[in-house]
């Protein structure tokens, strides 16, 4: 059974740093491309993050770039995201997901709540 469970979320202060995980179970994460996605109260999920299936590649979205980084260990077949220099607007629960396009798949955790306050 294919399962994506994210870890690491928590309330941190403004400033602080957070690493979420995120462990497949049931496929080869290897084969996959990657993402992060987060979705605040109120608002729609919005794309963090990916990473290319070697690691080779990565991209951000502007709201995160210099603070996010993404990465993963084929291996242990998990993704993370390291997350600094946090900020109030960050505070939302975050998603992983693997997607890969022949034949076109996406699997999606349940998400992780990150919360950003003093």
């Known amino acids: 059974q294919v399962h994506l469970v994210e870890s690491g979320g928590g309330l941190v202060q403004p400033g602080g740093s957070l690493r979420l995980s995120c462990a497949a179970s049931?496929?080869?994460?290897?084969?996959?491309?990657m993402s992060w996605y987060r979705q605040a109260p109120g608002k729609e999920r919005e794309w963090v993050a990916t990473?290319?299936?070697?690691?080779?590649?990565?991209n951000y979205a502007d709201s995160v770039k210099d603070r996010f980084t993404i990465s993963r260990d084929n291996a242990m077949n998990t993704v993370y995201l390291q997350m600094n220099s946090l900020k109030p607007e960050d505070t939302a629960v975050y998603y992983c997901k693997a997607s890969r396009s022949v034949p076109r798949i996406a699997y999606w955790g349940k998400g992780t709540l990150v919360t950003v306050s003093s």
């Open positions: 049931g496929f080869s994460a290897s084969s996959y491309v």
């Open positions: 990473i290319t299936r070697d690691a080779g590649s990565t």
